[in-house]
C-alpha cells in the first residue's frame, strides 16, 4: 500500500514562507508517474496547486505562479512545496498525491490515486 505523509504546514502572515514536505512510501509501480499538490479550503472546491512529472516537468496554478516552487528529491522520495510570498487566500489543507502519469498533463490534477492526509496552512493578514 502506498502511502503519502505530509508536513510542514502552519501558521504565517501575509507575506511569509512555508516549505512543505510529503514523504512517499515505496510500492508505488508507474514508470511514468505524477506526484503534486491540491488544496481544499472549507465550503471551496478543491484546487490543483502543482505538478511534477517523472521528466521533471512542472505546472502550477496560476495565481502560484512566481510563488510557489514545486520539487522532489527521488533519494528520498520527498516531495516538496516552498511556498513563498503567502496571502490569506491560500489558507486551506494542502494534500500531496501520486498516480500514473498517462496522458494527461500534470498540472492542475486535483484527483490522484493515492493522496495523504493533509497538512493546514493558515495565512493572516
Known amino acids: 500500500q502506498v502511502q503519502l505523509v505530509e508536513s510542514g504546514g502552519g501558521s504565517v502572515q501575509s507575506g511569509g514562507s512555508l516549505r512543505l514536505s510529503c514523504t512517499v512510501s515505496?510500492?508505488?509501480?508507474?514508470?511514468?508517474?505524477?506526484m503534486g499538490w491540491f488544496r481544499q479550503a472549507p465550503g471551496k472546491e478543491r484546487e490543483g496547486v502543482a505538478g511534477i512529472d517523472s521528466d521533471g516537468r512542472t505546472g502550477y496554478k496560476d495565481s502560484v505562479k512566481g510563488r510557489f516552487t514545486i520539487s522532489q528529491d527521488n533519494a528520498k522520495n520527498t516531495l516538496y512545496l516552498q511556498m513563498n510570498s503567502l496571502q490569506p487566500e491560500d489558507t486551506a489543507m494542502y494534500y500531496c498525491g501520486i498516480d500514473r502519469l498517462g496522458r494527461r498533463s500534470c498540472a492542475g490534477r486535483t484527483e490522484y490515486a493515492y493522496w495523504g492526509q493533509g497538512t493546514q496552512v493558515t495565512v493572516s493578514s
Open positions: 515505496s510500492g508505488y509501480e508507474y514508470s511514468s508517474y505524477c
